[in-house]
């Protein structure tokens, strides 16, 4: 579109806006129904953990109907199944209003829907931007990896960031991307994420809207008409429209819309509570991260990445450290911290995935080569059961695994939710954020779902027998434990097993 590049963006998109939205009115009434105090620069913010994916898509329709000026959405997955296109007609319909729309999209995600972006694109209150494009992009996925063996390394740098801001006073950020299987939507029998939003309501939500603006101001964040154009942009806006209408009668599309028909403001207050000034930081790694990677700490340290916050939290630790990491391959340095912490008598308790239950089967066999040193310290560590087994599980992508929550608590008093895994990928390659929270409440929260997925119900727990590792497994009141990862195929065992020796963690 012939304006892209000229287009201003309203001031109210990248910062707070003035009072009077339907939306900051919902938040102002919550906050306030909490005993919210007045602060100095504002109110006390309001926090809400969102374990549930039908509740985790109320709250973003909520707030993109509510939302009277902006909607930011920084996503690496928005895929265009039902709550893809259900949540594309919420934010087409706030647009529709003359609220501002900035959607900012990893490219590799976005590749095939070109015709679609190029639509949203096209209306005059909506703008498309992809992060980290490539050059030889009409080859599709092939093209993609042609340019990365010729040179194109940093395309192997993606952006892992979620982030869902409404009028700058609403911002939803944790692990899910846009898609069916995070949202408990099961249409095609694939297994569903168990996944974690942290909503932040108030004052709070502005360090999300300063990571949403300083990757869009990034000069890898170009405009989608530039990046992918498409012949099909005349006249798709109005094709559009009338496929994200037909998305209603979609399978299981009912399911999800049904609590909208309450008010806004109860998806919004719904499950929040008071956290103290400055008791919630949104972070991230500098969007620069994606063009030259972090490779040493001391320029981690430099650059504001997440890791290094990371290994401070846990390496603050004095009682207790419940980390969840469906990807957990902790690397030299995440086993030395550990073993730190239960020298100094920390206790330390880690669920992943197991074998059975991860998508992706390479990570599982650079996690594997740390089990035993991590065990004969003393980490508790929990593998997920899965559901169905899905042996079409790419080696390298996202599909269908059981667990995708990234958090940890310490102490049960400090906490993280976001997109971080403890894995080299996301300390080294991807950009990552998260919010790190200080509240007793929301810290109890998350120790909960770390106790509801290390039960014996959900996990084997792996343990050490005469020196063989075994997998403790509790049914029916009996007790057994297996002596080879349950219920694993040969395929999935011959492929970790491969990955365990090959010199490709830094890429896990």
């Not at 029998?189 to 809207?209: H, M, N, T, Y």
């Not at 399911?255 to 949104?282: C, T």
């Not at 981690?300 to 009682?319: F, H, M, Q, S, V």
């Not at 929270?437 to 909960?448: I, S």
Request: some cysteine.
């Amino acid at each position: 579109m012939s304006d892209q590049l000229t287009r201003s963006v309203p001031a109210e998109a990248a910062g707070k806006p003035p009072p009077g939205t339907r939306l900051e009115r919902a938040v102002q009434a919550a906050l306030a129904s909490l005993g919210a105090r007045a602060a100095v620069g504002g109110v006390q913010s309001g926090i809400a953990l969102v374990t549930e994916g039908p509740a985790a898509f109320a709250v973003r329709a909520a707030t993109a109907r509510a939302a009277g000026r902006s909607l930011d959405l920084q996503y690496y997955v928005w895929r265009g199944d039902v709550t893809g296109q259900l949540l594309a007609r919420e934010v087409l319909a706030a647009a529709e209003r003359g609220v501002a729309v900035r959607m900012l999209l990893d490219d590799v995600y976005a590749l095939g829907r070109e015709r679609v972006l190029a639509a949203l694109d096209t209306h005059p209150n909506i703008e498309v931007r992809l992060f980290n494009s490539f050059r030889w992009r009409a080859f599709g996925r092939f093209g993609f990896f042609l340019e990365m063996l010729l040179g194109g390394r940093h395309l192997n740098r993606r952006m892992h960031n979620k982030n869902w801001i409404a009028d700058g006073r609403v911002a939803i950020v944790g692990g899910r991307n846009i898609g069916d299987e995070y949202f408990g939507l099961d249409t095609d029998g694939a297994i569903s994420f168990r996944d974690l939003d942290l909503v932040i309501a108030g004052p709070a939500a502005e360090d999300a809207c300063q990571v949403f603006a300083r990757y869009w101001a990034s000069p890898l964040a170009r405009p989608a008409c530039l990046v992918a154009p498409s012949a099909d942009a005349r006249g798709g806006l109005a094709r559009l429209r009338g496929e994200l209408a037909e998305a209603v009668d979609r399978p299981g599309a009912a399911g999800l819309l049904a609590p909208l028909r309450l008010a806004p403001g109860r998806h919004i207050r719904r499950g929040l509570s008071l956290a103290p000034d400055g008791a919630v930081r949104v972070i991230a790694d500098p969007p620069e991260k994606a063009r030259r990677g972090l490779g040493a700490r001391r320029a981690a340290r430099a650059a504001g990445g997440i890791a290094p916050e990371i290994a401070d939290a846990l390496r603050g630790a004095k009682r207790e450290a419940l980390l969840i990491s469906p990807y957990f391959v902790p690397g030299r340095a995440g086993l030395a911290l550990l073993l730190e912490l239960r020298g100094r008598g920390v206790h330390v308790a880690v669920v992943t995935n197991s074998l059975a239950a991860t998508d992706v089967v390479a990570v599982h066999g650079g996690y594997s080569k740390y089990r035993r040193d991590l065990l004969r310290a003393g980490v508790e560590l929990f593998e997920l059961k899965p559901g169905p087994v899905d042996e079409e599980a790419s080696v390298l992508g996202s599909r269908g695994a059981a667990l995708h929550t990234k958090a940890f608590v310490v102490d049960g008093l400090r906490c993280f939710v976001g997109s971080f895994n403890l894995d080299p990928r996301s300390a080294m390659l991807n950009t990552e954020m998260g919010a790190f929270a200080q509240q007793a409440g929301l810290a109890r929260q998350v120790a909960a779902e770390h106790a509801r997925l290390s039960d014996p119900a959900l996990s084997w727990r792996v343990v050490l027998e005469d020196g063989r590792l075994g997998w403790r497994d509790e049914l029916n009141g009996a007790t057994r434990t297996l002596m080879a990862e349950p219920v694993a195929s040969f395929w999935r065992r011959a492929v970790a097993g491969i990955a365990r020796r090959l010199p490709i963690e830094e890429q896990l």
